[in-house]
């Protein structure tokens, strides 16, 4: 069983073995979490997410998979990029959009299993430009990492202020 554990703080600054990125579809950087593990990991994360375009998705990376890269100068091995879906209030889309968001934490995994990764920080995917209610992401991301079972001693979920570490530790209580 996966450890589950909280931190309040900046994803960019984890030493761990995987560093999950919500990234969009192009890979290429952008805001928030994803500029920022851009940033401070440096051009060779840029130049790794370069290639997969120029290789094995030209047409960028689906929604619920994920993809991993060097860390750059993150003090991490490998950064895992991970498209999380955008938020719909429409019951019915909510209800397909939520297996999704649910794939971006399994894949996620998967794929730092196949690494070799033992532990993995993850952002609080969708819940910022792409606007998922923060309960709802906490619940689908526990729930997930909980049931998966691999050979992944730690996920960290890494909150940014302490209204997201608050909804993430009362959903961990449950």
Not at 29 to 34: F, L, R, S
Not at 73 to 82: D, G, N, S
Not at 123 to 128: E, H, I, N, Y
């Given at each position: 069983m996966v450890a589950v554990t909280l931190v309040?703080?900046?994803?960019?600054?984890?030493?761990?073995?995987?560093?999950?990125?919500?990234a969009n579809s192009e890979l290429l950087?952008?805001?928030?979490?994803?500029g920022a593990i851009h940033r401070r990991g440096g051009?060779?994360?840029?130049?790794?997410?370069?290639?997969?375009r120029d290789t094995e998705y030209p047409r960028g990376l689906p929604t619920g998979a994920a993809v991993a890269t060097t860390a750059g100068?993150?003090?991490?091995?490998?950064?895992?990029?991970?498209v999380g879906p955008v938020?719909?209030?429409?019951?019915?889309r909510a209800a397909q959009l939520a297996p999704l968001l649910a794939s971006c934490y399994s894949e996620s995994l998967r794929v730092a299993a196949g690494l070799g990764a033992r532990t993995v920080a993850f952002?609080?995917?969708?819940?910022?430009v792409y606007r998922w209610p923060m309960?709802?992401?906490?619940?689908?991301?526990?729930?997930?990492?909980?049931?998966?079972?691999a050979d992944i001693d730690e996920a960290r979920f890494v909150?940014?202020?302490?209204?997201?570490y608050d909804v993430f530790a009362e959903r961990l209580a449950r």
């Open positions: 309040l703080g900046d994803i960019t600054e984890q030493q761990v073995d995987a560093v999950v990125n919500a950087g952008g805001g928030g979490v994803d051009p060779a994360i840029l130049a790794e997410c370069r290639r997969l100068e993150l003090p991490a091995r490998w950064v895992i990029h991970t938020w719909s209030a429409r019951g019915d952002p609080a995917v969708s819940t910022g309960d709802d992401a906490a619940r689908i991301a526990i729930e997930t990492v909980r049931e998966y079972s909150l940014f202020d302490s209204a997201a």
